[in-house]
């Protein structure tokens, strides 16, 4: 089994790579490309990646390349983990949207729409040239914004599937306040990607004991203080919501938050150097600890377990993804991408059904797939026009005097990313 990893340089890859070691005989990699067009930093994770295999006994080849094609020639799965500018970029997609009093993030509101015109013609690039190279192969998508991207991919015919921690990230916590193995939690899981809310957390399957009331009555202090949310409201919502939430249920308070520290580029981009010269340590064989505060925790499970039941291997039986709704939300486009709970096999995933979704949610999901339609046409075509039609749509944003404001800035900030700019 090959797989390749398109920006196998990023810090991110030894997390993967961890994983592939950990859990090989759920996914038997014989050969692991790392591609990325930065050399050096390449080098520096390669390297790492390889004493960890090496460490924990894995008899898998590792290999490092900035070609493209070589990389994906002959691969079982592709994952997409790349970042279109850099931590550079990303420091701008969460600065200037505040001067408008608008979030500054890299996934939701302006600055995500930032990245999405950045990305998606990068990697539908990407992806074509995979198909060239071998048509069978499973593309996963981890790049934010993950809904956008795979609305992309699948649009265009790819074998795609979505990927995001959240969902596992939620299953680990719930699972250590319960007493529980993760395999032995269920979340009812629903929404878009970074949109989602957990309305049932269930033991054993889809068809378990829902506990959701009782670990809420329990440990909702510990729940909402991981969200950064009052206890009362998540008592009152009686769903566990993503902490992206956050940015849409306290947009102001936010702000005003994002207003006076440093952004998270910036203590990304610090903790990447920090980790780089670590991975330079020929000493070094496994993650460090300071790769958890990077983020991406859980990553590599998630997708060991994806592309296993992908590949026709021992992957769960249900996973959280990003795919076609095709009416499994009704009040939302067949077309639409959605982050649900699904059976996942070698055929794709199929969404299980979902219960009636609270008017509350559904009405906040279809606001925002009308945005992500709208940032979908500004990626493929280009134009203010349609940039500033999709920040328009966006509920974090909706005034025109904004939307006008912030189309002028995102083109400024993006120019040489943008084709058509």
């Known amino acids: 089994m090959k797989l390749t990893v398109v920006g196998g340089g990023s810090t991110y890859t030894p997390e993967l790579v961890d994983g592939f070691a950990r859990l090989r005989d759920t996914l038997p990699v014989e050969e692991l490309v790392l591609v990325d067009p930065a050399a050096e930093r390449l080098e520096l994770v ?19 390349t900035s070609d493209l094609d070589a990389g994906v020639e002959g691969a079982d799965a592709v994952l997409l983990q790349l970042r279109v500018g850099g931590q550079a970029a990303r420091e701008q997609d969460e600065t200037w949207p505040l001067e408008c009093g608008c979030i500054g993030q890299e996934t939701t509101g302006a600055g995500g729409l930032a990245k999405a015109l950045r990305t998606v013609p990068v990697v ?16 996963i998508d981890f790049t934010n914004p993950v809904g956008i991207v795979t609305r992309a991919l699948l649009q265009a015919g790819h074998r795609t599937v979505g990927l995001c921690n959240v969902a596992i990230g939620f299953q680990r916590k719930f699972a250590a306040l319960l007493g529980v193995a993760p395999a032995d939690v269920h979340l009812d899981h629903v929404g878009l990607n970074h949109l989602t809310w957990e309305t049932g957390v269930r033991l054993g399957g889809p068809e378990g004991e829902n506990v959701l009331p009782k670990l809420l009555a329990e440990h909702g202090d510990a729940v909402a203080d991981d969200l950064r949310l009052p206890r009362t409201l998540v008592d009152r ?13 306290a947009h102001d308070e936010v702000v005003r938050d994002l207003r006076t520290k440093p952004s998270r580029a910036a203590e990304v981009a610090a903790m990447e150097k920090q980790l780089l010269q670590m991975y330079g340590d020929p000493a070094l064989d496994e993650k460090p600890e300071l790769l958890a505060r990077r983020g991406g925790a859980y990553y590599s499970e998630a997708a060991v377990d994806l592309a296993a039941s992908l590949l026709g291997g021992g992957g769960s039986p249900y996973q959280v993804v990003n795919t076609y709704n095709k009416g499994t939300l009704p009040f939302l486009p067949d077309d639409a991408v959605i982050e649900v709970q699904a059976a996942v096999g070698s055929h794709g995933p199929a ?16 606001n925002v797939t009308a945005y992500e339609d709208l940032a979908l046409e500004a990626a493929l075509h280009g134009g203010r026009d349609r940039v500033f039609r999709a920040l328009l749509a966006h509920p974090l944003i909706g005034q025109y005097a904004y939307a006008d404001t912030l189309t002028d ?3 400024a900030h993006n120019r040489e ?3 058509w700019a």
Do not use: C
Request: zero cysteines.
């Open 46 to 64: 390669g390297g790492l990646a390889r004493r960890i295999f090496a460490k924990q006994g894995h008899p898998g080849r590792i290999v490092t």
């Open 417 to 419: 990313h943008l084709a």
């Open 409 to 411: 800035q995102l083109i």
């Open 237 to 249: 919502l009686g769903v566990v919501p993503s902490y992206y939430l956050r940015y849409y249920y």
């Open 351 to 366: 969404p299980l059904p979902v219960p009636a979704v609270d008017p509350l949610y559904a009405g906040l999901m279809a």
């Open 124 to 139: 539908l690039d990407i992806a074509e040239r995979v198909r060239r190279t071998n048509p069978d192969a499973w593309i």
